[in-house]
Each structure stands twice: as structure tokens, then as C-alpha cells.
């Protein structure tokens, strides 16, 4: 059974910039799309961005031109590069594969 564990987040102000890893463990991503998703306190969860298994990345409009997913198979590993974030940013993000979620890493940011 996979198991995913993201790391990288943090307290940053606003127009920094923070990459998020998510590491697979039990599994690798290789053949497999990936999604990472955010939930804000109070809100439902979000889709963010989807890298199908061929690598195509897809965003919310929200996070265009400023979040980059890329993933490395061969490390098992999947990034989020997030640039120019702003308060609304703030969440728990989380990825997930296969029906499995991480248990996600807070992202805070202070205008």
C-alpha cells in the first residue's frame, strides 16, 4: 500500500515563494496521475493542480502562472513550486495517488 508524505510547507508573507514535496513511499508515481489539493479552514477542499500519468499538469484558475507541479518518477518524489502567494494561499495541502492521501503540510501566508 502507498503511502505519501508531503513536507515543505510554512509561514511566509505574502509574494515569497515555497516548494512542497510529496514522497511516495510503497509505490512510486510512475504511471500514475497525481493531484495536490489544499483545504482552507473553513472551506472545502480544493483541487489545485493534476499531473496526469503522461505529465500533462493542469491548475485551478486561481494558482495559474504562479504554482508549477513537476515530479520526478525515477525519486519518487512530486513538487509544487509556489511563487507570488498570497493570504488566500493559506491551507493544508495535501497530495494524493491512487486514492491515497498524505497527511499534508500547512502553508500559512501573512499579508
Known sequence: ???LLESGGGLVQAGASLRLSCSA??????G???TWHRRASGKERELVAVSTKS???YYTNSVKGRFTFSRDDAQGTVYL???SLNPEDTAMYCCNMDQSWGTGTQVA???
Not at 513511499?25 to 510512475?30: D, L, Q
Request: neutral net charge.
Open 1 to 3: 500500500q502507498v503511502q
Open 25 to 30: 513511499s510503497g509505490r512510486t508515481f510512475s
Open 32 to 34: 500514475y496521475p497525481v
Open 55 to 57: 505529465g500533462q499538469t
Open 81 to 83: 513550486e509556489m511563487t
Open 109 to 111: 501566508v501573512s499579508s
